[in-house]
């Protein structure tokens, strides 16, 4: 089944029901699986505009349908500026760490940080490695910059497809190595210019 499914307990009020777990507070709890895919939140920061983020929903949702079946709502929100406190020791880029991590989460729903600013994280020993996302599941927020990007108008949806299927679904990089896979892993290069979909081993994991 589509790993669109969150299973929650509901708590409801019921009369004179014969099915009651706890019969004294009369309340009936039911589990119940809700196929409900997540709507996807794009809030650009700084100097990244509304415009701009809204050329990308199509593009988005044209490869995570071909992936999933499902349309996705994408939402765009009002531009944000980051405070200077996100920025590194040297002022010149902002961590996507800090960012991740002072963010405010959502346990379905997904929200992606969208930005022109180069960003970086530690990496590998070096303290400040620049990057072209971020994203720790199963906190359904990350970010993606096309700050590195030689061609962000052809490049860049495709950089948000990858940290939102690390984000939300903790699809791992490509087992294959397929070079067109979208979730291959960029190796410290900032290229994108071969990947156009999932393979079908990344994607059997989201339909599983």
Known sequence: MFRFIITFISVILLTGCTNLINKENNLHYEEIECICPPTI???????????????????INKVLEESTGVELDIIVLSP????????NDSKTRYRADKIIKTSKDNNHDVTIIITHDDISCSYKGIKDWGILGFALYP???CIASDFRLKNKERDFYKVIIHEFCHSYFGLKHCPDDNPQ???????GHADF???????????NYLIK
């Open 41 to 59: 939140y794009l809030q650009p920061v700084n100097n990244f505009t509304e415009n701009e983020a809204k050329t990308l929903i199509p593009k």
């Open 80 to 87: 944000k500026k980051l405070p200077d406190s996100l920025l």
């Open 139 to 141: 906190k359904h927020t």
């Open 181 to 187: 896979c979208i979730m291959k892993d960029a190796k």
């Open 193 to 203: 210019s071969n990947k156009f979909k999932l393979c079908n081993t990344c994607k």
